[in-house]
């Protein structure tokens, strides 16, 4: 059954030739139905057949009668191998043509999914790219208009613009964050070691560290973890990583860094006591724009997979509510050659 499965299942990979995998489908379902005549000759020969032919025997006494017998043991022979043998066939078929149909649909909601995803992606990167000029221009007449009426004003009032400049830079900063998860990835790949990465992403996030009083352990590899990657966009996916780590532990927690290589694959591991995540948010968190947090815009985990995957990598997220979290980022040390070009979202 599970080689039949195989069998069927293969008609829908497109690296199999449509030919050759009907062909290997027929042979498969006539050996089945070979097997499965015989096996029911031997039921029938062996089980069923001496009760049968007494019942006959029974039904249509006498020598009179023995043309009708012959006929009914034929006929009733025939009637129940064919049969059985066409039932459990025909059976085998239905559950394999409605799994392959299961498969069919989930695989198309998962397009309409991921083809929903990058329509929401590129009508948010085209907004911030028409605000993006505008907001450049706000913050400039603000900053001259504070020039001239810097002395000129109450304290207040200059406050008043400072606050229009701070507004105009958070947007442009907003602005920023949607076009760079837009915006496609070039990677250019040079030897990078994982360790510096963790501890340069570290060092810069040690503000909100100490502001959210956690506690941090880095368990880094001794020996360099090394690999072809694009140094400055893999710094930006840890970032991401580490940053949602620390703001899962507002009143502090633990945060652990490890790292690792197995001279093919690189590892890197974050692992918070945070908030965590029920199992239908985790369903959610590479989905763009999808966020629990006040300030968040929900691209951090998209933006990072984007770049794990360009690389040939995989993000693999394991969380419990109010427990914490552990983001595993595995990355192959040779990076793909597709993945150098690059530039396809
Ligand atoms: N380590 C974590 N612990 C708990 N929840 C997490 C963790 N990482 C991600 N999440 C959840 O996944 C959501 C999406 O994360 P993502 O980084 O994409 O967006 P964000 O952090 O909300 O906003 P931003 O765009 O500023 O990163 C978060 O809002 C949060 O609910
Ligand atoms: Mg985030």
């Known amino acids: 059954m599970s080689v039949l499965s195989k069998v069927l299942l293969n008609g829908s990979d497109p690296r199999v030739s449509k030919k050759g995998s009907n062909l290997r489908l027929i042979l498969a379902f006539t050996a089945l139905t070979i097997v499965l005549t015989a096996v029911v000759i031997v039921a029938w020969e062996q089980v069923l057949r001496p009760y049968y032919y007494s019942w006959v025997a029974r039904s249509f006494p006498g020598t009179e009668n023995a ?55 590129r ?41 229009i400049i701070h507004t ?31 501890q340069d992403v570290v060092q810069l996030l040690s503000t909100e560290i100490a502001a959210n009083r956690v506690e941090t352990q880095l368990k880094l590899s ?15 996916a840890v970032l991401n990583l580490v940053l949602n780590a620390v703001q899962s532990m507002p009143n502090g927690g633990r945060l652990e860094i490890s790292t690792g290589s197995d001279g093919e694959m690189l590892w890197l591991v974050i692992t918070d006591t945070g908030t965590g995540m029920s199992p239908d948010q985790i369903t959610k968190i590479f989905e763009p724009f999808s966020t629990t947090k006040s300030r968040g815009l ?14 040939g990598g995989e993000i693999l997220v394991h969380s419990e509510l109010k427990k914490g979290t552990q983001v595993r980022l595995e990355l192959p040390v040779h990076i793909e050659l597709p993945a150098l070009t690059g530039v396809q979202q």
């Open 67 to 121: 043309s009708i017998r012959y006929k009914f043991e034929q006929r009733g022979e025939h009637f129940f191998i064919s049969m059985t043998v066409d039932l459990i066939v025909v059976s085998i078929l239905l559950v394999l043509v409605d799994r392959q149909q299961r498969r069919l649909v989930e695989a198309h909601e998962k397009l309409a999914h991921s083809e929903k995803i990058a329509t929401l992606g």
């Open 123 to 163: 009508v948010a990167a085209q907004v911030a790219h028409e605000v993006r000029n505008p907001l450049a221009g706000l913050l400039l007449y603000s900053e001259h208009l504070k020039g001239k009426i810097a002395g000129k004003v109450s304290d207040g009032e200059v406050e008043l613009v400072d606050k």
């Open 168 to 198: 105009v830079n958070n947007l442009t900063s907003t602005t920023e964050q949607i076009l760079s998860y837009a915006r496609p990835i070039k990677l250019a790949p040079r030897k990078v070691d994982l360790n510096s990465v963790v």
């Open 222 to 236: 001794s020996s360099p973890v090394q690999g072809m990657l694009d140094e400055a966009s893999i710094r930006s």
């Open 298 to 311: 929900g691209l951090g985990m998209p933006y990072a997979q984007k770049i794990i995957e360009h690389h």
